[in-house]
């Protein structure tokens, strides 16, 4: 079953000169899949991401998530949607420096008033399988770049939402913070059978994923699947981004 | 490119902080100018009869004028500086001679300083007629009021206002003396930690201030100084901490209600609130303590104009009253008053008065210069008291009897004591008289004496006594419209000789009319700047935090929080943050009211004053509240 449909999209930025920034996108993500999209800077994958996270809106074409389109909400139904059914690991983490660890994960469950029982179950389950448990009273600016990630990641799982997206979720952190944080999102992947879809110009990230699919200039270039061999899938992410071409400032230096 | 270009360019660029700190500024201008200008009005001074007196109540409301505009101006300077030291550290990064920077913000602030008072100027005139024209409303004069410019004014608001910019000018100049490069760096970081909630000061802050209401309602100390001293110290001190810890305290004690606390965007709310609070602690202190010394000033002011009729009226219950001394003066007298034809006689009374001296030691109260063993006594017979009630439209109909006697609260008397069950003693050429009061009147019947004891007592006790002192009359006239009576007043005491002890009603109306208008007017001009300031220091804040906030509620909308979820948490903080120091502010008025002006709160003629200026500040209050939220919505909700 297919958590993640996208249908002949299309995006257009209307201004001066009309910018066609996405076209002709068909793709879509199965259950328990982590996929990966990749391109060159200006080829469209934050568009897309926008797109898919309902932030903005397409020109034609259409994006169903979990069966439902999300485009045809009107605006207090979209905010509900995302909250319910999208969940976000941002580069920047975005979580909110007022509010301590535990808060900062449970607020998804605080908006839509859940039980402090389930609230609490929740949080356990989800910070000890993060391995964040122990900073749960601490604030935003008490931990590493790679806690705040892991507590941004808790924060988008722990509603169990049907697709997590993620956009450059390494793009911030050192390698060994990137690695934990790949880990763990493969874990949650694994084990809970979650579905991710992630953006990222960062190859090593992307070798943790199913497929990764490449963009170029608004349209859809290739699509490379894992196999056995994650050392085996970078070696061709590489590959595949030297024939992509763009610029080599996109691409990070090796490290794995 | 030259100094002035980059200081132009970074006018242009910085335009919405600019805007900011340059209409406070005007706003100052204005102010002061249009007041000044009042002071030197030559329409205000020809239709103020006691101008000499008021002259000196302008200059002292001008100097608390200044005083406010410095520190309004000083405040929002360092608000503005505040968010410009980064980017005086980005210039002196980037190689710029700190001597240029200086000189550079030095130069910014005056001319920009310059311009504010220039606009500040007109503006004020323009708006100088139009308080003119209220001022002259509230004193009942008719002279028509003019454009003109009031180069004495003009002046003095030049002087006023060089001296504040010259000096946040040099302040300017200093600031890249002042601090490290680094601090400057992390200026907007400044006063954001978390704020702590000590439970002593919580506490304190409790103590404080129901130990300074407390004294207010149980004196500790004879000396009126020391006692409001250390009510002003408990309240501000007390209040102080209230915001500080005490709010602090209460808001981290909430969290622990996990049901409540995590429900919604009670979460956000909270930490949002307990996170600005150490920050806004001083501000908040100022604005409740602002709000009430505007609320006590406008609501002592607006109470007394209030009762300008009622006091007049009990300085003078009748519209004229003299003694009579001879029958040539009293035809002449009547002629005057019979011949104004607009203020037709409604009532005319020769009231027969006998003055004695009496023992009242056993009054609370004591006329001020007499003692108490002999002080001198008027009496009024009961029959004659019943006529004046008749004409006064009193409704009363007393009946003595032999040593009874009914008191007539003296002007003075403040005790708010109860004379019946006392007595006083007569003290007579042939003997002595002990009479005992039955009953007691708080209207007043004659024109004002000191020491004004009025007794009335029963008609055979007042023959009785006649027949020992001669009494005296007077002829007491009550027309109608009284309040216009000017042309026939000014007769009258032109024709009267001083110990007549004529009193008419007009005269003392217009008295405490020009003293209370212009009460009212000073008082309410003042308190209409605080209020505007107050409402402003918020505004611009809570503008400030939006902008601050920008980012965090961004990260909420993309986790799915709706806009109008955050409209609604944005306006309950903003009117936490509001609503919070006017009620404290509200409780000290209230509080400061009975201390410093012994207002008896109970009393009706006082209560609707009060309340309707209490209500008139919330309103706009309130204004200041919807637009604070519209704005800060327009910011972190676009």
């Known amino acids: 079953m297919s958590i993640l449909t996208v249908d002949h999209l299309e995006k257009i930025y209307e201004g001066k000169v009309a910018h066609k920034a996405l076209d002709n996108i068909n793709f879509s993500v199965e259950k328990g899949e982590f996929v990966g999209v990749m391109g060159p800077s200006g080829s469209g994958k934050t568009t897309l991401l926008n797109l898919i996270a309902t932030i903005d809106r397409p020109t034609a074409g259409e994006i169903l998530i979990n069966g439902k389109n999300p485009h045809v909400l009107n605006r207090k139904e979209t905010a509900l949607f995302r909250r319910h059914e999208l969940g976000f690991v941002f580069q920047h983490f975005n979580l909110l420096d007022t509010l301590t660890v535990e808060e900062n994960i449970v607020l998804p469950l605080t908006l839509d008033g859940e039980s402090i029982k389930e609230m609490d179950k929740k949080l356990q389950y989800v910070t000890k399988k993060l391995g964040i448990d122990s900073i749960l009273k601490k604030r935003t600016y008490e931990i590493s770049g790679g806690q705040m990630q892991r507590t941004a990641i808790a924060r988008s799982i722990i509603h169990k939402p049907s697709l997590i997206l993620a956009d450059e979720p390494t793009g911030n952190l050192d390698s060994k913070a990137s690695k934990d944080v790949m880990e763990t999102i493969t874990a949650i992947n694994k084990e809970d059978q979650a579905t991710v879809l992630m953006v990222t110009h960062d190859p090593f990230a992307a070798s943790y994923c199913h497929r990764v699919i490449f963009i170029k200039d608004g349209q859809l270039y290739n699509e490379i699947y894992r196999g056995e061999n994650r050392q085996a899938f970078f070696q061709k992410i590489m590959d595949m981004l030297a024939l992509l071409g763009g610029d080599n400032r996109d691409l990070s230096t090796v490290r794995l | ?638």
Not at chain 2, 497 to 514: I, P, Q, R, V
């Open chain 2, 1 to 638: 490119m030259t100094l002035f270009s980059v200081t132009r360019k970074n006018i242009q660029g910085n335009f919405k902080n600019y805007l900011i700190y340059f209409l406070s500024m005007i706003f100052s201008v204005v102010i002061y100018y249009t007041f000044v200008s009042l002071q030197y009005s030559e329409e205000i001074q020809k239709s103020i009869q006691s101008w000499e007196t008021m002259r000196s109540i302008f200059v002292q409301a001008s100097i608390m004028l200044i005083l406010f505009v410095t520190v309004f101006i000083l405040y929002s300077n360092a608000f503005f500086t505040k968010k410009r030291k980064k980017e005086v550290g980005l210039y002196s990064l980037l190689g710029v001679r700190k001597k240029t920077i200086g000189k550079m913000l030095f130069y910014e602030n005056l001319i920009m300083g310059a311009i504010a008072v220039l606009i500040g100027v007109l503006l004020g005139t323009l708006l100088s007629k139009l308080f003119t024209m209220m001022l002259l409303k509230l004193l009942s004069s008719t002279i028509n009021v003019s454009f003109s410019i009031s180069f004495e004014a003009v002046l003095n608001t030049l002087i006023v206002f060089s001296i504040i910019i010259l000096f946040t000018s040099i302040q300017a100049n200093r600031l890249i003396y002042r601090f490290k490069l680094i601090e400057l760096f992390h200026a907007e970081q400044e006063g954001e930690q978390v704020a702590k909630a000590s439970v002593g000061a919580a506490a304190g802050s409790i103590i404080l201030i129901a130990f300074s209401y407390w004294i207010v309602f149980h004196p500790i100390t004879e000396q009126q100084l020391v006692q409001l001293s250390l009510v002003l110290f408990g309240i501000v001190a007390g209040t102080y901490l209230l915001f500080r810890s005490l709010i602090v305290y209460l808001l981290r004690a909430s969290q622990k209600n996990k049901s409540r606390y995590y429900r919604g965007m009670n979460l956000i709310g909270t930490t949002q609130l307990i996170y600005r609070f150490k920050g806004n602690a001083r501000t908040l202190t100022m604005i409740s303590l602002l709000s009430s010394v505007t609320l006590c000033a406008i609501s002592v002011g607006y109470g007394g104009y209030y009762n300008i009729e009622k006091t007049a009226r009990n300085w003078s219950p009748f519209s004229y009253s003299y003694i009579s001394k001879n029958e040539v003066f009293d035809h002449q007298a009547d002629q005057i008053i019979l011949e104004d034809k607009e203020h037709p006689v409604q009532g005319k009374l020769d009231i027969s008065v006998i003055q004695v001296n009496g023992d009242i030691s056993d009054l609370e109260y004591v006329p001020y210069g007499y003692a108490a063993k002999s002080v001198p006594t008027r009496l009024i017979a009961v029959s004659t008291y019943n006529q004046i009630a008749k004409v006064l439209n009193r409704e009363e109909n007393l009946r003595l009897s032999g040593n009874e006697a009914a008191a007539i609260r003296p002007w003075q008397d403040n005790t708010f004591s109860d004379y019946v069950g006392h007595t006083i003693t007569l003290k007579l050429s042939e003997e002595n008289h002990s009479i005992k009061f039955v009953k007691m009147f708080e209207e007043r019947v004659l024109g004002w004496v000191s020491p004004d004891i009025y007794v009335v007592v029963s008609d055979r006790l007042y023959t009785d006594i006649a027949k020992q002192v001669k009494p005296f009359v007077y002829q007491a006239y009550k027309v109608k419209n009284e309040k216009s009576t000017i042309e026939t007043a000014k007769k009258l005491e032109k024709l009267l000789a001083k110990d007549t002890e004529l009193s008419t009603f007009y005269t003392m109306y217009t008295k405490e009319l020009e003293s209370s208008g212009i009460d009212i007017f000073l008082l309410g001009f003042l308190g209409l700047v605080f209020l505007a300031a107050t409402g402003s220091i918020i505004y611009f804040k809570q503008l400030n935090e939006a902008y601050s906030d920008q980012e965090r509620y961004q990260i909420l909308r993309k986790i799915g929080v709706s806009k109008r979820e955050v409209l609604t948490t944005l306006s309950k903080q903003t009117l936490f943050v509001f609503l919070l120091p006017l009620v404290v502010g509200i409780l000290h008025c209230t509080i400061i009211l009975k201390a410093i002006f012994g207002v008896n709160l109970a009393e009706k003629t006082i209560m609707i004053p009060i309340f309707m200026v209490m209500a008139a500040y919330v309103i706009i209050y309130l204004g200041y509240y919807v637009l604070t939220v519209k704005s800060s919505n327009n910011i972190v909700n676009k």
